[in-house]
Nanobody, 116 residues
């Protein structure tokens, strides 16, 4: 059973924007739990991009501060990542992540490709 489903990836030119969505199943969604976006480029490790905590506070990787905005809609069990001023180095597979009852859940990933 798929617990987290990402969407919104695609091909965009440098300077463009994309909005990623991550829908969590009701079985694992908890408004008190943090949710996060991670990304993995070919040949590199998976790194944190941004996360949002139950109270709504956020933090970001230095490389995306001022360009990306993370948000969540608890009524829809959905987390978003608005990505502006995209750069070729933002090219990666983007994954959403959350934890529930001590277990970690990952989505299947969505590809973001930024052309120069």
């Amino acid at each position: 059973q798929v617990q987290l489903v990402e969407s919104g990836g695609g091909l965009v030119q440098a300077g463009g924007s994309l909005r990623l969505s991550c829908v969590a199943s009701q079985r694992i969604f908890n408004i008190n739990n943090a949710m996060g976006w991670y990304r993995q480029a070919p040949g590199k490790q998976r790194d944190l991009v941004a996360r949002i905590f139950g109270g709504g506070s956020t933090d970001y990787a230095d490389s995306v501060k001022g360009r990306f905005t993370i948000s969540r809609d608890n009524a829809k069990s959905t987390m978003y990542l608005q990505m502006n001023s995209l750069k070729p180095e933002d090219t990666a597979v983007y994954y959403c992540r959350t934890q529930s009852f001590g277990l970690t859940y990952w989505g299947q990933g969505t590809q973001v490709t930024v052309s120069s």
